[in-house]
C-alpha cells in the first residue's frame, strides 16, 4: 500500500491511496473467505464453492464491492493512527481505479484544527472598577419598602394611578365575547403594564360596585393571532380598591431587618452591593482576557464541526418545548421563521462557542490545568459541608452529569486563576485635571 495526505482549506485532508495488484488479490481472497458461507452452486456444498470457481462462473469483479469494504476499512484506520489525524466528520470515498490491477481511492474527511493560541501570557489590560452609586443602594433600600409594604383598602374614593384593585371583567368583539377574555376577581396593580395598552388607563377615576366600560384595541403582533388588531370593548366590575402604605426609613424600619439602626443597615447594603460590583468587575475582566486571546486567534474550523453544533442546538429546542408540550413547528409558525433561518442566526454564535472552547482546551493541555484529584476532593467536601452533610451523604445522589459539570467547573477556575496571575491588569492613568478634579 502507498498513500499520500494532503491538506486543505477548512481543516479538511484527502487521503490518496494506491493497493497494487497482488495485495489487492489479498483483500479479493478476504473478501471470499469471509462470505463464502453465502454462496451456493450446484455440485457444491453450501459455503464450500472454490473460489476458482466462482471468478470462473461470476468473474472477479464479483468481490469487488466487498473487497473494497475491507482493504478501504484497514488501511484508513492504519492511516489515521499513523499521521495521527484526529478525523471530525464522515469520510467521503471517491474511487478512481479498480480492476484486476489494484486499487486506487481518496478519502476527504474534516479533522480537529491545528492551530497555535495567541499570545496568552504577558497582556497587559484595563483594570475594571467596581463601583457603586447612592442611587443603586437608595434602589436597593426602597425595593425592601416595598417587600415590606402594607395594602390599606380605599372605600371613599376612586381609583388612582399606583392602587390595587380587585375586579370582574368580561371581554367581547362585536358583542361576542372571546376565549380568555373573561375573568373574576382579579388583582391588578394600575400602571403595571400587565394587560393591554390602554386598559388600565381607563380605569383610573372608576368607583367600587359600579359597572364600567373600558374601549381597547389589540396590537397588531398580540401572541394570539385571532386578536391582533381588533377592537374590543370590556365590562368590568371593580370590587376592592388598595393603596400601598411604605415602611418609614428609620431604625425601627431597620431593627425589622435585624440591624440595630438604619445607618448599620445602610451601611450592610453598601458592602453587598460592592461585594457584587468587585465580582461583576472581575467577571469582565476575565472576559476581556479571554477575548483579547480568542481574537489573536486563528483557527479554521471544519464546516461539519459548525453544523455538528447547531444541530445540537436545534435538538435541545426541541426537547426543551417538547417537556412543556410544545412543538417546534409551532414554535416556527408564531415567530413566523423557519429552521434554516434559525440555524443561519445561530452560526456565527456557534463559530465563536467554539472558537473559545478550542482555546481553552489547548491551554488546559499545554499548561497542565486539569483538576487533580486532591481538587475534585476538596471540592466534594465544601460542597457537602455547605448542605450540612457527610461526602458519602453528598456523592451518594450525584450522576455522571453533576461530575462531569463539577469537574468542567474545576477546570475553568484553574484556567482563570493561571491568566490572572500571568496577565496584568492596570488601572488607565488620570490626567493631571481629573487628579486635581478628584483631589
Wanted: proline share 2%; hydrophobic share 35%.
Amino acid at each position: 500500500m502507498e498513500y499520500s495526505v494532503q491538506k486543505l482549506d477548512k481543516s479538511k485532508v484527502e487521503i490518496a491511496i494506491s493497493i497494487e495488484k497482488e495485495e489487492w488479490k489479498n483483500y479479493i481472497q478476504e473478501a471470499y473467505n469471509k462470505n463464502k458461507h453465502r454462496f451456493a452452486i450446484e455440485g457444491f456444498r453450501k459455503g464450500k464453492v472454490p473460489f476458482s470457481i466462482l471468478v470462473k462462473r461470476y468473474g472477479e469483479e464479483f468481490f469487488y464491492e466487498d473487497a473494497l469494504d475491507i482493504a478501504v476499512n484497514k488501511t484508513y484506520s492504519e492511516i489515521l493512527e499513523k499521521e495521527k489525524l484526529d478525523v471530525v466528520s464522515r469520510p467521503e470515498l471517491d474511487v478512481n481505479a479498480i480492476d484486476a490491477e489494484g486499487l486506487k481511492v481518496v478519502i476527504g474527511v474534516a479533522v480537529y484544527p491545528e492551530f497555535e493560541v495567541a499570545q496568552y501570557t504577558g497582556l497587559n489590560l484595563k483594570k475594571v472598577e467596581g463601583k457603586v452609586k447612592k442611587a443603586e443602594i437608595d434602589a436597593e433600600i426602597a425595593r425592601e419598602q416595598e417587600g415590606n409594604c402594607r395594602w390599606i383598602d380605599v372605600t371613599d374614593r376612586a381609583v388612582k394611578e399606583g392602587d390595587q384593585i380587585n375586579f370582574d371583567y368580561s371581554g367581547a368583539i362585536d358583542g361576542v365575547k372571546f376565549e380568555g377574555g373573561t375573568a373574576e376577581k382579579q388583582n391588578l396593580t394600575i400602571g403595571s403594564k400587565q394587560f393591554i395598552p390602554g386598559f388600565e388607563d381607563q380605569l383610573i377615576g372608576k368607583e367600587i360596585g359600579k359597572e364600567c366600560a373600558v374601549n381597547v384595541t389589540f396590537p397588531a403582533d398580540y401572541h394570539a393571532a385571532d386578536l391582533a388588531g381588533k377592537e374590543a370593548v370590556f365590562t368590568c366590575l371593580i370590587h376592592e380598591i388598595k393603596y400601598k402604605e411604605l415602611p418609614a426609613l428609620d431604625d425601627e424600619f431597620a431593627k425589622d431587618l435585624g440591624y440595630d439602626t438604619l445607618a448599620e443597615y445602610k451601611k450592610e447594603v453598601k458592602a453587598r452591593l460592592q461585594k457584587k460590583a468587585d465580582q461583576d468587575a472581575t467577571n469582565q475582566e476575565n472576559e476581556a482576557l479571554l477575548s483579547t486571546i480568542v481574537d489573536a486567534t486563528e483557527i479554521d474550523i471544519p464546516d461539519c464541526m459548525i453544523e455538528d453544533e447547531i444541530d445540537r442546538y436545534i435538538a435541545n429546542m426541541k426537547q426543551n418545548m417538547a417537556q412543556y408540550g410544545l412543538k417546534f413547528e409551532d414554535y416556527l409558525k408564531y415567530l413566523n421563521t423557519t429552521e434554516d433561518a434559525i440555524r443561519n442566526e445561530r452560526k456565527d454564535a456557534t463559530v465563536r462557542e467554539l472558537k473559545i472552547g478550542m482555546v481553552i482546551e489547548a491551554i488546559v493541555k499545554k499548561e497542565n490545568l486539569v483538576p487533580t484529584k486532591e481538587d475534585f476532593e476538596a471540592e466534594l467536601k465544601k460542597q457537602a459541608d455547605e448542605q450540612s452533610l457527610t461526602v458519602e451523604e453528598y456523592t451518594k445522589n450525584l450522576d455522571e452529569r453533576a461530575y462531569n459539570y463539577m469537574m468542567t467547573r474545576l477546570m475553568d477556575e484553574k484556567l482563570i486563576a493561571y491568566l490572572r496571575e500571568n496577565n496584568t491588569f492596570a488601572a488607565a492613568k488620570k490626567s493631571a485635571k481629573k487628579e486635581e478634579a478628584a483631589e
